[in-house]
């Protein structure tokens, strides 16, 4: 399953990938949920992820057919990691924009997946109520909640740019 260039760039806080992966993720061991639990949002990352998102608009309001996936899609067994590592690099204006920052596709993707669990777990008031995020790290929500009024003016950004090449893409003849 392949998912829609639009999609992805809604990845970057709440993508259908993300949406579909996440509740189950929570309540089963997935492939990746390791990395997921391992993984520690910093302001190095933050930095690296801004740089790599902005260059991103910039390559897709230059070249609108970069959002467009090339290459083999995956099984459906692999994680959640993976698999959004995976779509991204299939991108080639993505691809470039975040090897231009100095991330590797796989960091960030690890960033974004952090991003929507701690929004997840934030935006659940105080704490998980229903306990299916107990074992997410409280250090990434805390980072998210601190940083969130930017890093939900990147995700907007980076969503308007993504819709604005499909637009434009749905345009050409």
């Known amino acids: 399953m392949s998912v829609p260039p639009i999609r992805l760039l809604l990845v970057l806080a709440t993508s259908v990938a993300l949406a579909d992966a996440l509740p189950a993720a929570a309540q089963r061991p997935e492939p990746d949920s390791a990395e997921v639990v391992a993984y520690r949002m910093t302001d190095e990352a933050l930095d690296q992820v801004r ?4 260059a991103a608009i910039e390559n897709l309001g230059r070249d609108p057919e970069g959002a467009r996936a090339t290459g083999e899609d995956l099984p459906e067994d ?8 995976h779509e991204f690099s299939r991108r080639p204006a993505i691809r ?3 090897e231009s920052s100095g991330l590797t596709i796989r960091e960030f993707t690890h960033f974004w997946i ?5 929004q997840m777990v934030a935006d659940s008031g ?3 109520p229903q306990g299916q995020l107990g074992w997410y790290p409280a250090e ?7 940083h969130r ?3 939900d003016a990147l995700y907007a950004a980076v969503q308007a ?5 499909e637009r434009a893409r749905e345009e050409q003849p």
């Open 51 to 54: 740089a790599a998102s902005q």
């Open 78 to 85: 692999v994680g959640i990691i993976t698999r959004m590592e």
């Open 96 to 98: 470039a924009a975040v």
């Open 114 to 118: 952090a991003v929507a669990f701690s």
């Open 126 to 128: 105080e704490g998980d």
């Open 140 to 146: 990434n929500v805390r980072f998210y909640r601190r």
């Open 149 to 151: 009024e930017e890093i």
């Open 161 to 165: 740019a993504g819709q604005a090449a």
